[in-house]
């Protein structure tokens, strides 16, 4: 069964950097990305990673974020940096065992974790 639980969230300023994890199990040979749902908003996907290492990013975060994974820990990261208070939201982890036709949108990912909040004060 897989499982996925999100870690690293908090607080911080803009121009910050924070680090959040995903501990999943089950899925060393799945596909992975992280999305995220700030308030009134809908949930969009942020980055994506495959079994094999490539990588998609959204427009909004290329050069800021980026996405890795740890197959021997079985776990995902993501580091954001220069974070702005546009990135406030709560951050979702995903996993697919087929990667989807179009990565960054919720509709193809089937297994959730259950997000960590990520604050960022101007």
């Known amino acids: 069964q897989v499982q996925l639980v999100e870690s690293g969230g908090g607080s911080v300023q803009a121009g910050g950097s924070l680090r959040l994890s995903c501990a999943a199990s089950g899925v060393t040979y799945y596909h992975l990305a992280w999305f995220r749902q700030a308030p009134g908003k809908e949930r969009e996907g942020v980055a994506a990673i495959r079994s094999d290492g490539q990588t998609t990013y959204a427009d909004s975060v290329k050069g800021r974020f980026t996405i890795s994974r740890d197959n021997d820990a079985n776990t995902l990261h993501l580091l954001m940096g220069s974070l702005k208070p546009e990135d406030t939201a709560i951050y979702y982890c995903?996993?697919?065992?087929?990667?989807?036709?179009?990565?960054?949108?919720?509709?193809?990912?089937?297994?959730w974790g259950q997000g960590t909040q990520v604050t960022v004060s101007s």
């Open positions: 995903a996993a697919h065992r087929r990667y989807p036709q179009s990565p960054l949108a919720t509709g193809g990912w089937p297994v």
